[in-house]
């Protein structure tokens, strides 16, 4: 029981194991419509279907919940731009490429992505060290990608990552699915805009 209060694993049985997924899509679901602090585990279990107290057999605590949802947003954000920087060795095609990965992702109707987007580990201070070392995974890819930029001598480029990231991470306050701009051609637009002409 203590390994799961450490390492945020959900506790194991043939019946639990069951209903795992619909709990997980169900906290995503929640945790992203109405934010971490606003979604009680009386919530998650009465859209689940069962008692609060059977949501225990699973988690031991609503932060081990989240950090079980965290952890599977951040691997399928990886896995998506993982695989479109796959398709080039070019610096700037490679960074666009991640750029669009990462805005379907978060844009899309995938409550485990924008989850990692929404909540900041300081939001849940017993699994933030849990949730940092989440997000820095992701975010050495990016470290990767910036790292391997023709800039210009001098580039903060830990400033340049920051930025870039925090602009595709607001987008999901103002982007429309119905406007004229698909992630792909913002994507493109966020590149322009960064990258150094002349």
């Known amino acids: 029981m203590m390994a799961s209060v450490l390492t945020g694993a959900p506790r194991r ?11 997980l ?4 679901h929640l945790f ?3 934010g971490y602090q606003g979604t009680t585990v009386r919530d998650i279990a009465s859209a689940v279907g069962i008692l609060p107290g059977s949501l225990y057999c699973h988690f031991s ?9 965290y952890v599977r947003g951040v691997d399928q954000i990886c896995a998506a731009v993982e695989a479109a920087i796959a398709r080039t060795a070019e610096p700037w095609p490679r960074l666009e490429a991640a750029c ?10 995938d409550d485990y992505a924008r989850v990692v987007v929404r909540v900041r580990p300081t939001d849940v201070p ?15 890819q990016w470290l990767a990608l910036i790292k391997a930029l023709p800039l210009p001598a001098g580039t903060d480029r830990k400033a340049f990552r920051l930025m870039l990231l925090g ?19 913002l994507a493109r637009h966020f590149i322009a805009m960064f990258k150094p002409h002349g």
């Open 167 to 185: 602009a595709l991470n607001w987008a999901p306050n103002w982007y429309r699915a119905d406007g004229a701009a698909s992630p792909r051609t």
């Open 61 to 69: 605590t609503k932060d081990d919940l989240l950090a079980a949802v």
């Open 13 to 23: 049985s043939a019946h639990a194991d069951s209903r795992l997924p619909q709990i």
């Open 32 to 34: 992203c419509t109405q």
């Open 25 to 28: 899509d169900t906290a995503a």
């Open 100 to 109: 669009v990965a990462h805005l379907e992702a978060i844009l899309r109707d």
């Open 126 to 140: 017993s699994v933030a060290q849990r949730l940092i070392k989440d997000r820095n995974r992701y975010e050495a």
